[in-house]
T-cell receptor, first 114, second 113 residues
């Protein structure tokens, strides 16, 4: 079955440490996205990529970095510069990145930083 | 820029009763509209989408939504809910010619047995 795999499901880190969240898709989708979800705030876009080796900042990119070296993979690094990193992180993909393409989501990674 | 408002953060409904989850949007250009559902500790799944054509859109799990351009609304409805419909529902809007999806803050639907 095609889909998006996010790992791990739960992640715990100490403050000051960088951490990388994995996202892999086998849907052959061109576009991939990272969202952050906090209670009562909906989803906010961190970064997105419409093609390999290219990505753009979303609304809340500060303290995060990404790479897109392969079509299937779009890892997100939460750096120590992110002031409030504890959140639920969702990776998504779409066929083309055009505005009428629905998103397909992974099951998320819940990051807790103490 | 566009925005999405889901006025009801929580909606409790008795099992087998009808439900309407409200979504209003604002945008200076024409938009595509989406409803997504999120079950506990999972990602989001597409329920339905309005791209063009008939303003009444049918989706999965018996849900439907009606696009009302004059009222800038895209309310989600189901005539009879089940316990399995307990989830959080997100409305989202994207302008036609620019890839920029904006989500509402979500409505948590709780089904009362």
């Amino acid at each position: 079955d095609g889909g998006i795999t996010q790992s791990p499901k739960y992640l715990f880190r100490k403050e000051g440490q960088n951490v990388t969240l994995s996202c892999e898709q086998n849907l052959n989708h061109d576009a991939m996205y990272w969202y952050r979800q906090d209670p009562g705030q909906g989803l906010r876009l961190i970064y997105y990529s419409q093609i390999v080796n290219d990505f753009q900042k979303g609304d809340i990119a500060e303290g995060y970095s990404v790479s897109r070296e392969k079509k299937e993979s779009f890892p997100l690094t939460v750096t120590s510069a992110q002031k409030n990193p504890t959140a639920f992180y969702l990776c998504a993909s779409s066929i083309s990145g055009q505005s009428n393409s629905p998103l397909h989501f992974g099951n998320g990674t819940r990051l807790t930083v103490t | 820029a566009q925005s999405v408002t889901q006025l009801d953060s929580q909606v409790p409904v008795f099992e087998e009763a009808p439900v309407e989850l409200r979504c209003n949007y604002s945008s200076s250009v024409s938009v595509y509209l989406f409803w997504y559902v999120q079950y506990p500790n999972q990602g989001l799944q597409l329920l339905l989408k309005y791209l063009s054509g008939s303003t009444l859109v049918k989706g999965i799990n018996g849900f439907e939504a009606e696009f009302n351009k004059s009222q800038t609304s895209f309310h989600l409805r189901k005539p009879s809910v089940h316990i399995s419909d307990t989830a959080e529902y997100f409305c989202a809007v994207s302008p036609l010619y620019r890839e920029k999806l904006t989500f509402g803050t979500g409505t948590r639907l709780t089904i009362i047995p």
